[in-house]
């Protein structure tokens, strides 16, 4: 077994892998770059080297630096985690030259499966069913039309050493086809420096579903089930679980065994994920296969009870599998939500910063894989994940009621996070019910995701818990006067709740049922609420008639803010006499930025399409704005004339910096 293991990665990653080595009494090793200084996989390492600066292309992705780690710390093998150099042969060729065992599979199945297009052939070769399509290199965007004519819109291109959802492109007729190629080609030469696209089918009501295979170097391999994570925006995965509620045994099987028959082809060794595209009829195809440890792998662990971690470290080792086929079984229901640092109401921008407050849930069945800490920073040179969050359950409707609930308790401040977009995906009905394709987000948030459009099982719960703590502030105003309730003063009773902005109104009656317990009477439905809730606590946990509720707070001047079940409202408790003087005050209007072209995130400009002077029209390219290696492409919403451009190409952009300006 190896001494000292040392992580060529970041993050949760870093951290999920130190502490399975911790486990078995491995030593490890942290690298870092400047702006991970201070990050938690640093903290957690037995011994950490600086590797450069914090662009990944100057430290993570540096090969030599990477090498000279293990040699001053003494390393014997390497762990890659996902992403940077987990899928790159030349480090793996690199590592053997200087004894360093890599923990993953060999050159020869990485570079074959790396490259989309062999992958596709080598499948087809191995008795994979795999989607029709063209799978020799596209020469340029005609091509691209051309092709696309022959397979038939729609189609899909895709980056050949593309992954993460960069380079990939969906076209439904030929100038989405033009465009889509432009767009591919440089998201794939950005990110993997190829910038080969090839085209394929696109199916329609398509579901994504993986099988996680585990292989050793004495020719056994197994599969442990799969993953569906048909959930994705932009072609990057937001909810995964496992096992599919989509899927027969009889289907599982058949999906298995043809992975199996991938991996010996190309005699794999260590962790590996073939990934397949499902249609509403159950034929699924072969998408692709990822040679290492997959983001969403927890889950697969919680189904089957297996260690990933562990059993590629003991496959690189040389060790034999501990386990056949026949003794993998799939045991209760796993779901994984991926946070990220984004805002979903401003269409998922990126949002970096330090965490000032941070709180992750804690609960039966509730496991946090992150590389954050309060205090700590999201960086803008890397993924902005914060973490994942894994709830495991002894069938999916627990599984999903136990995100639902850490969802609720998971309190982050400092940055924009996806967690209200995360619970409306999980109370969503057609969630509940299964019913998953890979258009699922787009098809149920076509303007883009809104709190209004959240559904609430009670939306009277906020507007009690609303009530409930003015009772408690109301009633220690009057104590901190001397005024006690029942003595000199008496708190009103009586109130109206006013939520998001007047927008509606409740009227409440409130009361202390006893030390413990608060009554509030709302249209003729009595509301007990049992809680131990303090003044500064940003979590607000209560029994409300029986059922465990979790709701975050926040103060919002003389109002509050209130996060539950994915919706954010506002509310603010008054007396009847305010609430009706409420009605005649002026709402203050937003100033007008039609006449601008706004970054709608923080990124680079890579492309400045006018000047001043140009007459555009609706729908025209106007600038594309770079930012997590994705091209956002910024168009004009009217016709106009351009009488400003306040950005040059190169300039990295903060939120809502205006780019260009209008007649």
Same mark, same amino acid.
């Given at each position: ?28 090793? @942290?690298? !870092? ?24 292309? =100057? ?25 940077? %150099? ?7 060729? @690199? ?48 091509? @691209? ?78 599969? %442990? ?36 028959? %991938? ?118 040179? !890397? ?23 850490? %969802? ?33 987000? @787009? ?29 408690? !502030? ?30 509606? =109104? ?82 203050? =209007? ?74």
């Amino acid at each position: 077994m190896f001494k000292k293991i040392l992580v060529a990665n970041r993050g949760e990653i870093a951290c999920r892998v130190f502490r399975t080595a911790k486990a078995m009494g491995i030593g490890t090793v @942290a690298v !870092y770059s400047d702006a991970d200084r201070d990050a938690l996989h640093v903290s957690m390492a037995d011994e950490a080297v600086h590797i450069g600066p914090a662009a990944s292309a =100057e430290s993570y992705l540096v090969i030599e630096k990477i090498i000279d780690a293990c040699k001053q710390t003494g390393a014997d093998a390497v762990h890659p985690g996902y992403g940077f %150099l987990s899928e790159n042969k030349t480090f793996c060729q @690199a590592l053997d030259k200087a004894g360093i065992a890599f923990i993953g599979p060999g050159e020869h199945a990485i570079e074959s499966m790396g490259d989309k297009i062999t992958s596709k052939l080598i499948a087809e070769k191995a008795g994979v069913n795999t989607i029709p399509g063209y799978t020799d290199v596209v020469r340029d965007s005609e091509h @691209a039309v051309e092709i696309s004519a022959d397979i038939g819109y729609p189609v899909m291109l895709k980056a050949s050493a593309g992954g993460g959802g960069k380079g990939m492109r969906v076209a439904w007729n030929e100038e989405e086809c033009r465009d889509g190629f432009e767009r591919a080609t440089n998201e794939a030469r950005s990110s993997f420096g190829d910038d080969r696209v090839f085209i394929e089918k696109f199916i329609q009501e398509p579901r994504h579903i993986e099988i996680q295979v585990m292989a050793d170097s004495h020719g056994n391999v197994v599969y %442990l089930g799969e993953r569906e994570c048909s959930i994705q925006r932009r072609h990057q995965k937001v909810i995964e679980e496992a096992p599919s509620p989509f899927l027969t045994e009889e289907v599982r099987q058949k999906m298995g065994e043809q992975s199996v028959a %991938l991996a010996k082809a190309v005699d794999y060794k260590s962790a590996g994920t073939v990934e397949f595209i499902a249609d509403a009829g159950m034929n699924f195809y072969f998408l692709e296969m990822n040679t290492r440890l997959q983001v969403e792998h927890p889950v697969t662990e919680y189904v089957t009870g297996q260690d990933l971690v562990e059993l590629m470290i003991r496959v690189a080792a040389g060790e034999k599998l501990p386990l056949v086929q026949e003794d993998v079984t799939l045991t209760g229901w796993a779901m994984e939500t991926r946070v990220y640092a984004e805002d979903p109401f401003r269409n998922f921008m990126p949002s970096t910063g330090h965490l000032v407050r941070y709180i992750p849930p804690e609960g039966e069945g509730v496991r946090v894989d992150t590389g954050v800490y309060e205090g700590g920073e999201v960086s803008m040179f !890397y993924d902005p994940m914060i973490a994942k969050l894994i709830t495991y359950g002894k069938d999916r409707k627990e599984a999903t009621d136990r995100m639902v609930d850490a %969802l609720d308790g998971y309190y982050i401040r400092g940055v924009n996070h996806n967690i209200s977009f995360l619970n409306a995906l999980m109370v969503h009905p057609r969630f509940v019910a299964g019913k998953l394709t890979t258009n699922f987000i @787009a098809e149920e948030y076509p303007q883009g995701f809104s709190a209004d459009l959240v559904p609430q099982d009670d939306p009277a719960i906020c507007v009690v818990v609303a009530a409930a703590i003015n009772k408690q !502030y109301r009633d220690r105003c009057a104590m901190i006067s001397g005024q006690l309730p029942g003595h000199e003063y008496t708190p009103s009773s009586e109130w109206v709740v006013m939520m998001d902005n007047g927008e509606a =109104e409740y009227e409440v009656s409130v009361e202390n049922d006893s030390d413990a317990a608060i009554g509030v009477e709302l249209a003729g439905k009595r509301y007990e609420i049992v809680t131990n809730w303090k003044f500064g606590d940003p979590l607000f946990k209560a029994d409300i008639n029986g059922q465990a509720v979790c709701i975050q707070i926040d103060v919002d001047g003389s109002s509050l803010k209130m996060f539950h079940r994915g919706a954010e409202k506002h509310a603010f408790v008054v007396t009847a006499r305010t609430a009706e003087l409420n009605k005649h005050m002026l709402v203050k =209007e937003a100033p007008d930025m039609s006449k601008f072209l706004l970054s709608p995130m923080p990124g680079l400009l890579v492309k400045l399409a006018v000047k001043e002077g140009d007459t555009v029209k609706e729908g025209e390219e106007l600038a594309v704005v770079e930012a997590m290696k994705m091209e956002n492409s910024l168009r004009a919403n009217a016709d106009g004339v351009v009488v400003k451009v306040s950005a040059d190409v190169g300039d990295s952009l903060m939120v809502d910096q205006a780019i260009v300006e209008f007649e």
